[in-house]
């Protein structure tokens, strides 16, 4: 049973960084793609950034560009996202998602796997 752990959320002030880790467990399969997404209170999940491993392609929303950055150390079976100058905005429960299958945008409607999130939240 793969299983996903997202740890490195918290609370920082304006400005501030976060990073955040996925731990990856169970895998018998290599995962192309892998994502971090998040959600605020009353407002739908969304896809935060995107990483393909095979074609080395990173895919962010327009919001967290220059800010944000997704990594993976396949020997750790771990993903990342290193957040810098966080803004009130990005506060939200963040979640890191993992799919078997392959497309070069890493694009899916729905992901196969999830972890249960953490909590990031960013006061002005």
């Known amino acids: 049973q793969v299983q996903l752990v997202e740890s490195g959320g918290g609370s920082v002030q304006a400005g501030g960084s976060l990073r955040l880790s996925c731990a990856a467990s169970?895998?018998?399969?290599?995962?192309?793609?892998m994502g971090w997404f998040r959600q605020a209170p009353g407002n739908e999940r969304e896809a935060v950034a995107r990483i393909n491993s095979r074609i080395s392609a990173e895919y962010y929303t327009d919001s967290v560009k220059d800010r944000f950055t997704i990594s993976q150390d396949n020997a750790k079976a771990t993903l990342y996202l290193q957040m810098d100058n966080l803004k009130p905005e990005d506060t939200g429960l963040y979640y890191c998602?993992?799919?078997?299958?392959?497309?070069?945008?890493?694009?899916?409607?729905?992901?196969?796997?999830w972890g249960q999130g953490t909590q990031v939240t960013v006061s002005s």
């Open positions: 169970g895998y018998t399969w290599r995962s192309d793609c």
């Open positions: 998602a993992a799919d078997p299958r392959s497309r070069d945008g890493c694009d899916f409607d729905s992901w196969s796997f």
